[in-house]
């Protein structure tokens, strides 16, 4: 039996073109393919095991880095001369968090309460949490401000008060104390007869709300009737919209509860988010591309805008009364205390703030704050936010403790919230969105080129064919010859 090379030939020009449509299709269908399976594993959804561990326990390290401003001279200061400080730390704190009182809803929403716990890590810091500090006392100088106003005799009540309870303008403290409380007979008096007047109902401590606290009742969507949702703030603690400030604008609750994002960002996209601890919602912008690990990701970063002042920035006004651009006005939802938000060491800031305070040096790269997210899924890689915490000091008449103290924002201090994607987790990420993806796409141009190279060797193959089917072979006579040959042999 022998066999039709044309036929041969013939089917492989159809598996070819058949390969090629199939290269084709999965050229089109395969990033739907990812795009459904990224929709899936990035919306809030129990079933989803791994996506949905990683959103609840976080299991990402991050850590709270404390840089303390160390007053080098505070007498000096009381006479009105310009303070002096010097950065002491990073104090490094392991921050764990966990979502508890998890409820999902029929509108497809889901509430729950983070809570924070910061374990000390001395192999991670600079010194250690017996190292002694000194600082502005808030209780004192915050105060102050706070009373300029009353009436003189009642300041001058409030002075003795102080000195009762042997309260000075300036603490020199340990870290471990300044962060997470120490005994104040102030405190408790105010605690007992002021009740509310204070944050905390113990100790007194910058960070003493924070440690075992949770960052108040989320409401966010789950993404499960519109991807563009996930992870987006519905309510905070049953509110839509928050009353600190004096504006609508101001007074939104924009953007996600800033750990993770919609997926499918693009370079126009920004990073809106909600902070409790701000008081505010907060949003980055793009600033350029790069890659970790292989993964593709966009930098985001804060805008100029984002601490100017009302003059600068129109619609900040609602966060006024302002002062130089680069400060944000907490008070109104930290007790009235005259506490000041900005980036550390008044980066992208008034200069004017740094002629008042000798001993700070802003940069971006140690100061600036940035996201690094993955485009494709709106999950960060790598983040680091970092602030400062000032007060706002100036001489009070009747309060003897503010002496000639010039008016001045001072730096207490500055921190660094950080984490970055590692490990297992790192690993399935990349496998996940880096190898898979490009083995499909591989794959897709393969079929391709090998369809097409099916193609062309199966149609020289049947060219041959078919040419070698048409020429006379070698030594044999033509038709015609043939017969002719025939009729001249019978006449013979």
């Given at each position: 039996m022998t066999i039709d090379k044309s036929k041969v030939a013939v089917g492989f020009v159809v598996a070819g073109v058949l390969t090629v449509f199939f290269g084709t299709v999965l050229a089109f269908v395969g990033p739907l393919i990812i795009d459904d399976q990224i929709v899936k594993n990035t919306m809030i959804d129990p079933k989803n095991e791994m996506s949905y561990t990683m959103w609840k326990d976080i299991p990402v390290p991050f850590y709270m880095s404390v840089y303390f401003f160390n007053v080098l001279n505070p007498k000096e200061i009381l006479k009105g001369e310009k303070p002096m400080v010097e950065q002491k730390g990073p104090y490094v704190y392991r921050k764990r968090c966990q979502k508890d009182n998890i409820t999902f809803h029929p509108n497809n929403t889901v509430s729950y309460r983070e809570y924070r716990k910061y374990f000390f890590e001395p192999t991670m810091s600079k010194g250690n949490e017996s190292d002694v500090v000194t600082i502005p006392n808030m209780l004192v100088l915050g105060a102050a401000v706070m009373m300029e106003n009353l009436p003189f005799a009642l300041r001058l009540m409030i002075s003795a008060s102080f000195k009762t309870f042997n309260e000075g303008p300036f603490l020199t403290k340990t870290v471990g104390e300044l962060m997470w409380g120490y005994d104040s007979g102030l405190?408790?008096?105010?605690?007992?007869?002021?009740?509310?007047?204070?944050?905390?109902?113990?100790?007194?401590?910058?960070?003493?709300?924070?440690?075992?606290?949770?960052?108040?009742?989320?409401?966010?969507?789950?993404?499960?009737?519109?991807?563009?949702?996930?992870?987006?703030?519905?309510?905070?603690?049953?509110?839509?919209?928050?009353?600190?400030?004096?504006?609508?604008?101001?007074?939104?609750?924009?953007?996600?509860?800033?750990?993770?994002?919609?997926?499918?960002?693009?370079?126009?996209?920004?990073?809106?988010?909600?902070?409790?601890?701000?008081?505010?919602?907060?949003?980055?912008?793009?600033?350029?591309?790069?890659?970790?690990?292989?993964?593709?990701?966009?930098?985001?970063?804060?805008?100029?805008?984002?601490?100017?002042?009302?003059?600068?920035?129109?619609?900040?006004?609602?966060?006024?009364?302002?002062?130089?651009?680069?400060?944000?006005?907490?008070?109104?939802?930290?007790?009235?205390?005259?506490?000041?938000?900005?980036?550390?060491?008044?980066?992208?800031?008034?200069?004017?703030?740094?002629?008042?305070?000798?001993?700070?040096?802003?940069?971006?790269e140690e100061h600036g704050l940035f996201i690094d997210i993955h485009p494709q899924t709106g999950v960060p890689l790598n983040v680091s936010i970092r602030l400062q915490l000032n007060l706002y000091m100036k001489r009070v008449s009747g309060i003897t403790e503010t002496g000639k103290i010039s008016e001045v924002v001072m730096p207490m201090i500055w921190f660094e919230e950080s984490g970055y994607i590692d490990g297992p987790i790192l690993n399935t990420f990349h496998t996940n969105l880096v190898i898979l993806p490009a083995v499909m796409e591989y794959m897709q141009y393969g079929f391709i080129a090998l369809g097409l190279m099916t193609i062309i060797i199966a149609s020289l193959v049947h060219y041959k064919v078919k040419a070698s089917d048409k020429e006379p072979v070698k030594g044999s006579l033509g038709p015609d010859m043939q017969e002719k040959s025939i009729m001249s042999y019978s006449e013979k």
């Open positions: 405190v408790d008096f105010l605690n007992t007869y002021l009740p509310g007047m204070l944050p905390s109902s113990g100790k007194f401590g910058l960070f003493a709300e924070f440690n075992n606290s949770n960052t108040g009742l989320f409401t966010i969507f789950t993404g499960k009737d519109d991807i563009r949702n996930v992870h987006k703030v519905d309510s905070w603690n049953g509110l839509t919209e928050l009353n600190y400030w004096r504006t609508p604008q101001c007074n939104m609750i924009n953007g996600t509860a800033g750990q993770m994002w919609p997926p499918f960002m693009t370079k126009e996209s920004t990073l809106p988010f909600y902070s409790p601890d701000a008081c505010r919602s907060m949003e980055l912008v793009y600033q350029r591309p790069g890659e970790m690990h292989g993964i593709p990701l966009y930098r985001y970063v804060a805008p100029k805008t984002l601490f100017a002042n009302g003059t600068d920035y129109t619609p900040n006004e609602g966060f006024c009364p302002c002062r130089q651009s680069g400060l944000l006005n907490v008070s109104s939802c930290r007790h009235n205390s005259p506490v000041f938000i900005s980036h550390p060491h008044f980066f992208n800031a008034d200069p004017v703030l740094l002629d008042y305070v000798h001993g700070l040096h802003p940069n971006e």
